[in-house]
């Protein structure tokens, strides 16, 4: 089955798709800054685009940009400042 999940004013919208392996959004993030809360750990991959991330607890921040990918742990949190509309894969568990 596939979900739409929007946040923050639709700002940032994905396509969640389960039944396999481990569940996966698709999603794109308009300009902007954003905080993400986590369940399970993810893996977030940029598709085209940039994003600045800051993990929880951690004081530096770090730029991925098209073809970088990221872990976050489960349970946690991440700050993401988008400097341009960006798309990016998201793998859970």
Known sequence: MILHNEYFD????????????????I?????GEYEFGTQAPE?????AGELVIKLAGQEQWSTFGTGGEF???GGSSFQVRAA??????????
């Open 10 to 25: 639709g700002n940032v919208q994905s396509l969640a798709l389960e039944g396999h392996d481990k569940p996966a959004t």
């Open 27 to 31: 999603g794109v993030m308009a300009k």
């Open 43 to 47: 893996l977030m991959r940029v598709v």
């Open 71 to 73: 872990t976050v742990p």
């Open 84 to 93: 341009i509309d960006t798309a990016y894969l998201c793998l859970y568990g």
